[in-house]
Nanobody, 120 residues
Framework: VQLQASGGGLVQAGGSLRLSCAAS????????MGWFRQAPGKEREFVGAISWSGGITYYADSVKGRFTISRDNAKNTVYLQMNSLKPEDTAVYYCALDPTLGIATMPGYWGQGTQVTVSS
């Protein structure tokens, strides 16, 4: 499975960005997709995930109400809409895929990161 993330950049605090991640290669009958992030000097942390149907979403407390995950299965793509961005959201964001709920702790597949920088 290959995961290609895009959409990172520099934004001012309070602004918005939308990240995208397209999956290709091996396919599963259904799979979760999600996002993690890693700030400088910190461990990688779970941001959120979405089920195959899109009917179930999970978010870290730190982003609830500000970030929204969605997906387009026809395009094998997951999106992360980030609103009301804060400087502490600055990190490299990674997309992930897993056929199970294990995506929240140890995803089976990772994409390359995309840098998000929020200036104050």
């Amino acid at each position: 499975v290959q995961l290609q993330a895009s959409g990172g950049g520099l934004v001012q605090a309070g602004g918005s960005l939308r990240l995208s991640c397209a999956a290709s290669g091996r396919t599963f009958s259904s799979y979760y997709m999600g996002w993690f992030r890693q700030a400088p000097g910190k461990e990688r942390e779970f941001v959120g995930a979405i089920s195959w149907s899109g009917g179930i979403t999970y978010y870290a407390d730190s982003v609830k109400g500000r970030f929204t995950i969605s997906r387009d299965n026809a395009k094998n793509t997951v999106y992360l809409q980030m609103n009301s961005l804060k400087p502490e959201d600055t990190a490299v964001y990674y997309c992930a895929l897993d056929p199970t709920l294990g995506i929240a702790t140890m995803p089976g597949y990772w994409g390359q990161g995309t840098q998000v920088t929020v200036s104050s």
